[in-house]
């Protein structure tokens, strides 16, 4: 009798732990990673990049550790603080050799419908060259080759300096002033326009 007792409560306890386990997770579905959130911070400006919201269009990459990368980049930070975008980590393709990759993440202000690549190498924990999308035109302001008209903006490269400066042509502003390492005026708050103009 005394053993029937004890293997009763010992079965009674068993089910009751079951219920109790199976009970503490049921608003949380068993396979679901919480959002990853990574923060870009500067002075008193702290802006949240959702890592798990950014589409990576190259396998082999780990994201959060490439967002932290670029988040070091001062470029990064300039465009952030100046409503950019991180909108894609992306395969890059190495100018004169299409056999070489690199991983590029890019940035889009969706209200000037444009993007800007920071080119990011894992292994050696850097940010690299950046570029803009808008076209390049190979004409000079003393040359009667016109802008590209089918396009809403343009680079104009002073291949001396590696200075790429990107115009409005229909509003005739100047965006956008980088090289391949620095940012030097971005529309409208970040440098001096006068500059560029």
């Excluded at 209200?111 to 050696?124: A, G, Q």
């Excluded at 690299?128 to 999308?133: A, D, E, L, Q, Y």
């Excluded at 970040?190 to 500059?195: I, L, M, S």
């Amino acid at each position: 009798m005394k053993r029937i007792f004890i293997l009763s409560l010992a079965l009674l306890l068993l089910a009751l732990g079951v219920g109790c386990i199976d009970s503490w997770d049921t608003d949380t579905p068993e396979n679901v990673t919480p959002a990853l959130v990574l923060h870009y911070e500067q002075g008193n400006i702290s802006i949240p990049i959702n890592v798990s919201d950014i589409p990576v269009r190259r396998f082999d990459v780990n994201a959060t550790e490439v967002i932290g990368i670029v988040l070091a980049d001062p470029r990064a930070g300039i465009l952030l603080e100046n409503g950019w975008n991180i909108t894609s980590i992306r395969t890059g393709f190495e100018k004169g050799d299409p056999n070489t990759e690199h991983i590029d993440v890019e940035f889009r202000n969706d209200e000037l419908t444009l993007s800007f690549f920071i080119k990011v190498d894992e292994r050696e924990r850097q940010a690299g060259r950046g570029r803009c999308s808008a076209t390049i035109w190979r004409g000079h302001p003393w040359t009667s080759e016109p802008f590209p008209e089918e396009e809403d903006y343009h680079q104009a490269v002073n291949p001396y300096m590696g200075l790429f400066v990107v115009v409005d042509h229909h509003n005739e502003r100047v965006l956008m002033a980088y090289d391949d390492t620095a940012i030097f005026y971005l529309y409208p708050s970040y440098g001096d326009a006068t500059e560029w103009e």
